[in-house]
């Protein structure tokens, strides 16, 4: 249970604890945090063309010293760029801002209707095959979504990148992705800084002498979900690694699964206009 990383659909290994970038400014700022993301141990790193901060994210995996191989790194293409072409343009751009010549995940942000889906999976694959990306995905994908995508996909995505926190479980689509074998991963896993919305896991930090966001998080991992904490502050971002010297009991797992609004803080994926 107290793995560190989990093997995707094809073999490739991810770390269970990634480090997201959203809303972290381009420049000084990404730079700073991810650079004290990575000298605190975190070595997965969750960004998008969207997020327009690929260039620090980049410049901080560099000034890191550490092996490239050792950063599972992710980026996403943007609604703007659906569609084959488009999107292997918007990868050439990711890669370029990014400075790397390969990306672990490259994922499709949000769902469209299905032919404009498909193409930009149809790019997917062919990065995939190219050996440009090491492993593919979507984002904000529902099953319906997700079973159009299964019929004409030849590749199966190995990811599906959607909001969940205890008060959104998306119970029917983890399971759906369970059976497919794709990977579920957690945005906003900390109810966007909210860790406080239930008194049950105050209750619960109480009981296990751990944070709010520390009970949060590590019920991710023990649900098998990868989860995506994003913070600026050193001091939280170590405090959100730090899951794996406790275990949240059966009764207590329960509890957290008990806690289920299906509350989205973010956008349903089918009403999006953006
Ligand atoms: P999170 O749920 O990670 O919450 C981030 C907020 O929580 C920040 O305000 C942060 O504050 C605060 N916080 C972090 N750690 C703690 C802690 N230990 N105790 C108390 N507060 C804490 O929200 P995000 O929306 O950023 O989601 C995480 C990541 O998921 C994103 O950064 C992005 O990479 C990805 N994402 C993907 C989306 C998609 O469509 N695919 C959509 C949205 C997000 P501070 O920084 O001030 O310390």
Sequence with gaps: MNKLVKVLSNGVEIPVIGFGTFKIPEGEDVIAAVSSALELGYRHIDTAAIYKNERGVGEAIRMSGLDRSSIFLTTKVWNDDRGYEQTL????????????????????????????????????????????????????????????LLEY???????????????????????YCYGEQIEL???????QGDVNACPEVAMLADVYDKSPAQIILRWHVQKGIITLPKT????????????????????????????????RIGPDPDEITF
């Design 153 to 175: 996909a030849t590749i199966k995505p190995m990811v599906n990148q959607v909001e969940f926190h205890p008060l959104l479980q998306q119970t029917a689509l983890h399971e």
């Design 185 to 191: 991963e957690a945005w906003s896993p900390l109810m």
């Design 89 to 148: 343009a918007a990868f050439e751009a990711s890669i370029d801002r990014l400075g790397v010549d390969y990306l672990d995940l490259y994922l499709i942000h949000w769902p469209k209707e299905r032919e404009q889906n498909r193409e930009t999976w149809r790019a997917l694959e062919q990065l995939y095959r190219d050996g440009r990306v090491r492993s593919i995905g979507v984002s904000n994908f529902k099953e319906h979504h997700l079973s159009d």
């Design 232 to 263: 600026v502050t050193p001091a939280r971002m170590k405090e959100n690694l730090a899951v794996f010297d406790f275990s949240l009991s059966h009764e207590d797992m329960y509890l957290m699964n008990k806690l289920n609004r299906e509350k």
